[in-house]
């Protein structure tokens, strides 16, 4: 795993990918192929972080001809901001990419590749990124398997990873019918986020922080992503999945493993593997009394929703890790749409001294100011932040609200060489680097932990586009309070 995201020639941890690849793109027209998957290549072969010599083959039922598919991908590169190095090196890219439709069946997608293998010697590794909803990447796994090609490939699959326990184990058991488990990379672009693995150096590599990370410091824990987005014209798809399938047990639970972890032997995928499914495993299963549904006023008028449409796009939830460490520590997490700010914040949330010198009054304790926090922003470019009370300058004891940040922009600059997440995450699946990407038993055990509330949900409660939510999440949280950097809530 690289820990810095320089271009290859500044940062000797961030190394071109060892072998040849052949790596087959299915979805290659689609919205996700075009904003981020042929950008991000792009960008890597620019860095120095592809291997030697490579072969893209765009795959999809629509067939169009390689030479428009090189355009698709010159306008995609043109349109994400990734500006190539000279007048020459798109044209280099585009040399390595080919198309083929499989319409009609996948026949002529196995003579693609072996082609492909035969012009870099033969000894390519291969690599197949499903960037197809759910169904037609279960079809796709079938076909590859009855190609013979999944043996010793490796296979990159987006979410969802299911819609419930049964629906995970089956698409696991598909998946696993083709490929071996340890070359199969689920693919949450939340974890290729800088500010989120920052999580492992502040504390593994800072002995300030670790001894005070348990029940013993800490009051609680919140993961919020709060977005002011819609559901963009995804209706159909926002019905049978919605923001709980969506957010939480994908990116807010993966977040939880890294922030409730135990220290890794090592930071190599399997240590560290492990220790995040033994998160998982001591998560206790969620109650639907500690959980709150919301769905946005004007969410049933978008197109393809159900107009008695009950699907939620809030979800609030506290969870609890049922270990040691973590024992009667709450975990609150908190997404929706159309709420009033986007943010991706993470919190820990101090105990209060157990014997206090000033009194706790609204003369000496700002009005509204809780516990003592650690913020970490988990958007690009992040930051973290520490809120204490502080002596305000004068003759008498008046305490103030006080704030350190650190932000990666003012300390290492704006890196024009700097990965964003599909592009770690490309570059580590190359590399056959799992470090980031999740187990088929620990996808399966989130599944396990919501089966009771996909069983027995509450009632999705209208709020307004634009606020913070139903109000019951304030009960959620009681005696608490939810903090965002705003300082809105």
């Not at 082609?115 to 960037?131: I, M, Q």
Request: glycine share 8%.
């Amino acid at each position: 795993m690289s820990v810095t995201t320089a271009s290859a020639k500044d940062d000797p941890a961030a190394d071109r990918v060892r072998t040849d690849q052949v790596i087959v793109l299915f979805g290659a027209t689609g919205d996700l192929a075009k904003r981020k998957l042929l950008p991000g290549m792009f960008h890597l072969s620019q860095t120095g972080l592809m291997p030697e010599a490579f072969r893209i083959i765009g795959a999809a039922r629509n067939p169009i001809s390689t030479d428009e598919f090189r355009q698709l991908a010159r306008d995609s590169v043109g349109g994400s901001g990734r500006k190539p190095d000279g007048d020459d090196a798109f044209d280099e890219f585009a040399r390595c990419l080919s198309f083929v439709g499989v319409g009609d069946g996948f026949g002529p997608l196995g003579e693609a590749v072996e082609e492909a293998k035969k012009e870099l010697g033969g000894e390519a590794d291969l690599l197949f990124y499903l960037s197809l909803p759910p169904k037609a990447a279960a079809g796709t796994v079938d076909e590859i398997g009855k190609l013979g090609l999944g043996d010793d490939a490796r296979v990159i699959t987006e979410k969802p990873f299911g819609t419930d326990l049964r629906s995970a184990h089956e698409l696991n058991e598909r998946l696993h019918s083709v490929f071996k488990e340890n070359r199969i990379y689920r693919i949450d672009h939340y974890l290729g986020r800088e500010a989120v693995q920052n999580l492992l150096a502040l504390r593994f590599a800072n002995g300030m922080f670790e001894p005070v990370w348990n029940r013993n410091h800490i009051d609680h824990v919140q993961i919020d992503i709060p977005e002011t987005l819609s559901i963009e014209m995804r209706g159909s798809f926002y019905e049978d999945t919605g923001a709980f399938r969506d957010m939480l047990v994908t990116h807010l639970f993966q977040v939880l493993g890294f922030v409730a972890m135990e220290p890794p032997t090592s930071l190599e995928p399997k240590p560290l593997g492990l220790e995040r499914e033994k998160v998982f495993d001591s998560m206790l299963p969620l109650r639907p009394e500690d959980v709150v549904r919301g769905q946005y006023v004007g969410y049933r008028e978008e197109d393809g929703v159900d107009p008695n449409s009950d699907t939620e796009t809030f979800i609030a939830v506290k969870a609890f890790v049922d270990n040691w460490r973590w024992e009667g520590v709450p975990f609150y997490l908190r997404s929706g749409k159309r709420m009033a700010e986007s943010h991706h914040v993470l919190t820990i949330a101090f105990k209060q001294p157990p014997r206090r010198m000033f009194p706790l009054d609204q003369e000496l304790i700002p009005e509204g100011f809780g516990r003592d926090h650690l913020t970490f922003e988990l958007g690009e470019p992040g930051s973290i932040s520490t809120s204490f009370l502080a002596k305000v300058p004068g003759a008498t004891m008046q305490l103030g609200e006080a704030h350190m940040k650190f932000t990666y922009a003012e300390a290492f600059g704006n890196n024009e060489a700097a990965l964003d997440p599909y592009e770690r995450l490309i570059h580590d699946a190359m590399n056959g680097d799992r470090t980031l990407f999740t187990s088929s038993d620990a996808i399966e055990r989130l599944w396990e932990i919501s089966e009771p509330v996909l069983e027995n949900p509450p009632p999705a409660i209208p709020y307004w586009r634009g606020s913070w939510g139903p109000r019951e999440i304030d009960q959620l949280i009681a005696p608490r309070r939810w903090h965002l950097p705003s300082d809105h809530v």
